[in-house]
C-alpha cells in the first residue's frame, strides 16, 4: 500500500497538520508513504512542512490545492476542481492506493471517488450548529479524530465512520527528569497566541499565584494579531516582565521542553492538544482547563492538574495546587500515573497499531461516495455566479472565488433580518452580494463604531447601540478586528454559523 498523506496550510504551522505529518512519520515505518504539501498564491510550498519533511526523511511533493476547517471555509469550487486535475495526475504517476488527508478537502474527496481510491480524513472541533452548513454529501465515509467527543459529534452528524486515536509520541520513550523541583516552577505555554487559547487568562492566573512561589511562564507561539498585543501589553503594565516571558513562534520546541517542569493548558478549544503529548513525553507537569478530550484520559491530582472550568480562578487553582505536589513531594506519583497514560494512549507503537488496524478494515471493504453531489454543487455554483453577476465593485474576483461559499449562504439566509458589521468597501460588496443572493432577507442596517449617518442608504448604529437579536443575523464585513467583532457577539448570546456569519 502506498500511502498520500495531504497536509493543510500552505503557509505557517498548525495543530492538526503537525499531527498529520507525525502520523506519517509514524505510518512510514510499515507502508510506502509521501507527504503532499500545499503551494501557497505566490507558488512557494508550506517551507515549515518542508523543512519538517527533510527533518525526517519524509518524500515529499508540492501541489497547489486548498482545504479547510468547517465547510464556511470552503470557498473556492472552481480551484478545488482545479487541483483535483494535479492530485489525480500525482496519483496515477506515483501508484497511491490510499489517501490520507487533513481537514475538509474537497479535491481529494473527488478524486477518491474518481478513481476509487479510499480516503480517511482527520478533522476535528465543530460546533453542532456549523454541520448545517455541510454542502451535501461531499465528505469522505471514513474519519479519524483525537478525542471521542468530536469522533462521536461527526459520526452522528454525517453519518460516517469514525474512530479515535490520540496524538503521536514522536519519541519511543518518556524522557524523564532526574528530578522534580521542591519550589519554583517553570510553566511552559505552546500554541500561537490566540483567544481560543487563553493565554491571557492564564498569564493572569499565574499572576495570583506569584505569591505562594516563584513562578516563570513561557509562552512560544505567533504574536500576531490584536489578541496577542493585548497579552503583552498586560504584561507590560502590570510588571509581569520578569515573570512572563514571550518567545514567538518557535521551530523546535524540545529546549524549551527539557528546560521547563510543567505545561498548561488554557485552551477552552481544542479537541485534544498535541502540546500535552508533547509535554509529556518530556516528562512535564499538566495543568489544563477539562477542553474537549482533555478529561477523557486525565484525571485531577491523579495523572494531572485539572481546572474545574475555563475560568482565571480555576487555572490560579490548580497551579497552586500543583504547586503544594511540588513542595511535599506527591508529585513524583502524579507522574507515575501521567507515564502510564503515555504508554496506554501516546507510544508510538500503541497509536500505529490503532491506525494501521483502521486502514486495513477501510481497504478490506472500502465505501465510496457517488460522484453526484459534485455535479450538483458545481450547479449550485454556476447559479450564484450568475446571481452575482454585474456586481459593480472593484473585487470582484475574490467575491467569484467566493461563490460555493456564497451558494452555502443563500440557503441559510433565504429570510430574515440582518445587520452589515462593518460600513466599508467590504460592507458595501456584502450589501450588493447580499441582495443579489438572498433578496427576501432584510438588510436592516450597518453597524460601525466609527461612521454614523446613513450608508448605502441604510442607517449606520454605532456598536454600542447595536440591537441584539437572536432571529436575526450578523455578518461581519472586515477582517482586521474580526476576531474581536465575533466574541463581542458570541458573549451575547450568539452562535458563529447560526447568528454570525463572515460576508463577504
Not at 45 to 59: D, F, G, S, T, W
Not at 66 to 79: I, Q, V
Not at 443 to 462: H, N, Q, R
Request: net charge negative.
Amino acid at each position: 500500500m502506498k500511502i498520500a498523506f495531504f497536509l493543510d496550510l500552505p503557509w505557517g504551522l498548525g495543530g492538526a497538520g503537525t499531527l498529520l505529518l507525525k502520523q506519517a512519520l509514524l505510518m512510514s515505518e510499515l507502508y510506502d508513504v509521501v507527504v503532499v504539501i500545499p503551494v501557497g498564491n505566490q507558488g512557494v510550498p508550506n517551507q515549515e512542512y518542508v523543512k519538517r519533511c527533510e527533518q525526517y526523511h519524509l518524500p515529499y511533493v508540492c501541489i497547489r490545492y486548498m482545504s479547510a476547517f468547517n465547510f464556511l471555509k470552503l470557498e473556492d469550487f472552481h480551484g478545488a476542481m482545479e487541483s483535483a486535475a494535479s492530485i489525480e495526475e500525482f496519483a496515477r504517476r506515483e501508484g497511491i492506493t490510499f489517501f490520507h488527508s487533513v481537514q475538509v478537502n474537497l479535491a481529494v474527496e473527488y478524486v477518491s471517488r474518481k478513481l476509487m481510491i479510499p480516503h480517511l480524513m482527520n478533522s476535528y472541533q465543530l460546533r453542532e450548529e456549523e454541520f448545517k452548513f455541510c454542502p451535501g454529501n461531499i465528505y469522505t465515509h471514513y474519519h479519524l479524530s483525537d478525542s471521542l467527543l468530536y469522533s462521536g459529534r461527526w459520526s452522528r452528524q454525517l453519518k460516517m465512520e469514525s474512530r479515535c486515536s490520540r496524538p503521536v509520541a514522536l519519541l519511543d520513550e518518556v524522557r524523564k527528569k532526574e528530578a522534580y523541583p521542591r519550589s519554583g516552577i517553570k510553566i511552559l505555554m505552546l500554541g500561537i497566541v490566540c483567544n481560543k487559547k487563553k493565554q491571557l487568562t492564564a498569564i493572569k492566573a499565574v499572576e495570583k499565584c506569584i505569591g505562594q512561589s516563584q513562578i516563570k511562564l513561557d509562552i512560544a507561539g505567533g504574536l500576531d494579531g490584536q489578541y496577542a498585543e493585548e497579552c503583552r501589553q498586560y504584561v507590560a503594565e502590570h510588571g509581569l516582565s520578569d515573570v512572563v516571558t514571550f518567545h514567538g513562534f518557535v521551530s523546535d520546541i524540545t529546549r524549551l521542553l527539557e528546560s521547563s517542569d510543567c505545561l498548561l493548558c488554557a485552551s477552552d478549544d481544542e479537541s485534544f492538544p498535541s502540546s500535552i503529548v508533547e509535554a509529556v513525553t518530556y516528562d512535564l507537569t499538566i495543568i489544563s482547563t477539562p477542553v474537549a478530550g482533555v478529561p477523557e484520559v486525565f484525571r485531577d491530582q491523579e495523572n494531572c492538574f485539572l481546572s474545574q472550568d475555563f475560568s482565571e480562578e480555576g487555572i490560579k487553582e490548580s497551579i497552586i495546587k500543583c504547586l503544594e505536589y511540588y513542595e511535599n513531594g506527591k508529585i513524583y506519583k502524579v507522574h507515575e500515573k501521567e507515564q502510564e497514560t503515555w504508554r496506554k494512549n501516546f507510544a508510538p507503537d500503541v497509536v500505529r497499531e490503532q491506525i494501521d488496524a483502521y486502514y486495513k478494515d477501510i481497504v478490506k471493504n472500502p465505501v465510496f461516495g457517488s460522484m453526484e453531489p459534485f455535479a450538483a454543487l458545481a450547479e449550485e455554483v454556476r447559479r450564484t455566479e450568475e446571481l452575482l453577476s454585474g456586481i459593480d465593485d472593484n473585487g470582484e474576483e475574490w467575491i467569484y472565488g467566493k461563490a460555493l461559499y456564497y451558494s452555502i449562504l443563500r440557503k441559510h439566509l433565504s429570510k430574515g433580518r440582518i445587520y452589515i458589521w462593518g460600513a466599508g468597501s467590504r460592507g458595501k460588496a456584502a450589501y450588493a452580494i447580499l441582495r443579489r443572493i438572498c433578496p427576501e432577507l432584510e438588510i436592516a442596517a450597518f453597524i460601525d463604531s466609527y461612521k454614523e449617518g446613513t450608508y448605502c442608504g441604510l442607517p449606520v448604529i454605532k456598536a454600542d447601540n447595536a440591537p441584539i437579536e437572536e432571529n436575526s443575523f450578523y455578518g461581519i464585513s472586515f477582517a482586521k478586528g474580526y476576531d474581536e467583532v465575533l466574541l463581542y457577539l458570541e458573549r451575547r448570546g450568539l452562535a458563529y454559523g447560526r447568528q454570525i456569519l463572515y460576508i463577504p
